[in-house]
């Protein structure tokens, strides 16, 4: 099928590639020339573990090119929408501008197709409301129908995500219309080698798909707060919360994935789509259901702060102390730093009169720009020399896999943060380091054999059924 993808930032460029991946032509098509250029030449504009050579094979097998002329992509059957929604810069609420935009470029250029259908398919996170105005303003062009599928991809798993999601939503103006059915079709085809492996799919009104996607986002980031909050009481009252994740995540009702206490959730999403779901309730008269939504984003602030105020504790304050932070990125596996944890708590010790050097795989030429006064430095071992407290900001598996003596030969005073809980604490103080964690006021100050609990969020499914008894 010929298609198009409207905004080739980070969900756009990965559906893209995925889309021809799956036999598609495809021509994503973005305002800004120096994005389009890279991906028509191949270069990926970001870190995604295998999105290059899934843009390069696109390329090379005719399937993908790129674009920043709406003209080129007028005889598109299926048009998806894959813009950025980020946080208004006069509030909370989410910046719907780009979007809008895109409809009426892509509105002026479509043609009237006597008897062929075209669809345009939103996939931006929006506020619940949006797909109905979009298809009200597209409904004066013939043969042209709006369908809402949310995106539900995870930064470092983006191209799993996209060729083996969990389930596939589709929201229509009215589901039960004359013509739902086709429109219905027109996508199942585009998704045909993905629902033949038996993915779910869904298909309901177009609020409903809205705010499956808004509450998915809210839902996670609760569940990380709730542990964050766990572990603030451990701080005080004592406990592992590592250990409390890995004790009610077996009960499957609750589950372990997203049960990681740590300095936090950051990136370009679950922070904002809190914020933009609670002001679009606020605006709609019923932000007093979310409130505790505020909550939720308050929690997530103040790890940020305790990892500071930890670090000052661990020095005995924090002016001209040496400081190595490990990870600048939001997570692992990207290079995206869109309100990073990592980074919040670097410029807050560099603010605090720290020197602060930070190390990260992939996100330091963007550390660079946004943080000019830090030093940056790519080589680990370089960046560990010197340092008088080392801090675990985001959980790359090279820090995973630090091995406490290495890195004792290099730092000038054994002391460091796991802001992750992803280190074994009794292995490196037997390797004479002081050790402290959030959430772990027990191992911080008792010895414990316990290593962390493994909820890394890798695996798409739950680990393997509980043994039952049988009945008897
Ligand atoms: C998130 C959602 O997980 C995706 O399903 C969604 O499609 C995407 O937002 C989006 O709306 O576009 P992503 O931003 O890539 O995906 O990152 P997550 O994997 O959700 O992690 C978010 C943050 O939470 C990271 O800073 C991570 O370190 C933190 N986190 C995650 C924890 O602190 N603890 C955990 O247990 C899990």
Redesign the pocket.
């Known amino acids: 099928m010929r298609i198009s993808v409207i905004g080739v930032g980070y969900?756009g460029a990965v559906h893209a590639a995925a889309l021809a991946e799956l036999g598609h032509d495809v021509t994503g098509l973005d305002i800004d020339p120096d994005r389009v250029a890279a991906l028509q030449a191949g270069n990926a504009p970001f870190h995604e573990p295998g999105f290059a050579d899934l843009l390069v094979q696109g390329l090379a097998s005719g399937r993908l090119r790129f674009t920043t002329d709406y003209a080129d992509i007028a005889d598109a059957e299926v048009h998806f929408l894959g813009l950025g929604t980020p946080q208004r810069t006069d509030g909370h609420g989410a910046d719907l501008s780009h979007l809008e935009a895109a409809v009426e470029a892509l509105a002026a250029v479509l043609p009237a197709r006597s008897g062929a259908r075209t669809l345009v398919v939103g996939k931006s996170?929006v506020p619940a409301g949006t797909a109905r105005s979009l298809a009200a303003r597209l409904s004066a062009v013939d043969g042209v129908s709006l369908l809402w599928n949310p995106?539900?991809?995870?930064?470092?798993f983006a191209v799993r995500d996209s060729l083996s999601p969990d389930r596939i939503i589709y929201g229509l103006a009215d589901p039960v219309a004359p013509g739902a059915a086709e429109q219905v079709a027109l996508l199942d085809a585009v998704y045909e080698r993905i629902l033949a492996l038996g993915m779910p799919r869904l298909v309901m009104d177009f609020e409903t798909a809205e705010l499956v996607?808004v509450s998915?986002?809210a839902f996670?980031a609760t569940?990380?707060s709730f542990?964050n909050a766990i572990a603030e009481v451990c701080e005080t009252v004592g406990g592992d919360v590592t250990q409390i994740a890995r004790a009610i995540g077996m009960d499957e009702r609750i589950g372990s994935?997203?049960?990681?206490?740590?300095?936090?959730?950051?990136?370009?999403?679950?922070p904002k789509?809190l914020r933009a779901f609670l002001a679009s309730a606020e605006e709609r008269g019923v932000g007093e259901a979310l409130s505790f939504l505020h909550e939720i984003d308050a929690i997530n602030q103040r790890r940020r702060t305790r990892v500071v105020d930890l670090a000052a504790e661990m020095l005995g304050g924090l002016q001209g102390r040496r400081i190595t932070v490990l990870g600048a990125a939001?997570?692992p596996d990207?290079d995206d730093i869109r309100d990073?944890?990592a980074l919040e708590v670097a410029e807050r010790l560099l603010l605090a009169g720290a020197q602060v050097r930070i190390t990260d795989p992939a996100a330091l030429l963007a550390t660079a720009r946004r943080l000019p006064t830090a030093e940056v430095e790519p080589d680990l071992a370089s960046a560990l020399r010197g340092a008088e407290l080392v801090v675990l900001a985001?959980e790359w598996q090279q820090y995973r896999d630090l091995d406490p003596d290495w890195a004792a030969s290099l730092v000038r005073a054994r002391r460091i943060l796991d802001g992750r809980n992803v280190l074994a604490p009794q292995e490196w103080r037997e390797a004479g380091w002081e050790i402290r964690a959030l959430g772990r006021a027990s191992t911080a100050d008792t010895v414990s054999t316990a290593a962390p609990a493994s909820?890394a969020?890798t695996a798409r499914t739950p680990g393997s059924e509980p043994r039952r008894l049988q009945p008897v």
């Open positions: 969900l996170t995106e539900f991809l995870r930064e470092g996607k998915a986002n996670l569940k990380i542990i994935r997203f049960l990681r206490a740590g300095i936090g959730f950051g990136g370009g999403c679950l789509d939001f997570k990207s990073s944890p985001t909820t969020d």
